[in-house]
């Protein structure tokens, strides 16, 4: 688990194809690896990558098949900076929100404009995901905790102060670039529990809520009958 608070800007050092999948090799620059071992948890971008190997600068990790097709990093290349955060501990500050480090998909920079001292971006959704993103909820962009400012379809605005400009990979996002997402966990977990007893039923989980009606919250205590 994760709090979504950048600790680092690591820097990509290699890629290794290996039969379908990924062997990543990252640069950590300024985070202490002191109290990192091997299989232990660093969000690379967002994504909990297990550490395999420790060349004293970095780690190695394994990315999957499935990583690879839900996130960004099978397009990053050798040089580029990457968002990274150590998993938190019992004592660690939750400075931002609950992450798992689990991607639920590529989302895209629409506009960057400046606003003050700050960045007002605008970002697309998966159409998928856009029921996960509430006006001042939270979301996670790359790793990084943010409030959602406002909502319009799957487009929402995020407003990005100087610290987190200067401490994350958000200076080099420009309209286009792509962004790996995870929403608010209890969003999601809230979702499979209003279902019910539906969400045992097989069916296409991008249409999950297919089985949510007026009824099927009456039936299962949302609403009195």
């Not at 071992?37 to 395999?52: E, Y």
């Not at 856009?130 to 379809?153: E, F, M, P, R």
């Not at 969003?187 to 809520?209: C, H, I, K, T, W």
């Amino acid at each position: 688990m994760f709090t979504g608070i950048i600790q680092a800007v690591g820097t990509i050092k290699a890629l290794q194809p290996t039969g379908g999948d990924l062997r990543l090799r990252v640069d950590t620059g300024k985070l202490s690896l002191d109290d990192v071992g091997l299989g232990d948890s660093i969000a690379t971008n967002g994504v909990c990558l297990t550490v395999t190997e420790l060349p004293g600068d970095g780690f190695w990790a394994d990315v999957s098949r499935e990583t690879l097709d839900f996130t960004s990093l099978g397009k990053l290349k050798p040089g580029s900076r990457v968002n990274l955060e150590k998993a938190l501990t019992p004592a660690s500050r939750l400075g931002g929100h609950i992450v798992s480090g689990h991607v639920d998909g590529l989302g895209e920079v629409v506009s960057v404009v400046e606003d003050g001292r700050s960045y007002r971006y605008v970002m697309r959704a998966p159409d998928a995901l856009a029921k996960y993103i509430s006006q001042k909820g939270s979301i996670c962009v790359d790793g990084t905790s943010l409030t959602v400012n406002a909502v319009n379809g799957a487009e929402f605005d995020l407003n990005i102060i100087p610290q987190t400009w200067a401490e994350t990979v958000f200076a080099t996002y420009q309209p286009g670039t792509l962004v790996n997402l995870e929403v608010d966990v209890i969003a999601r977990y809230l979702e499979r529990l209003v279902l019910g007893d539906a969400a045992a039923q097989p069916g296409d989980p991008a249409n999950s809520n297919a089985g949510i009606s007026l009824a099927s919250l009456a039936d299962n205590g949302y609403l009195r009958k």
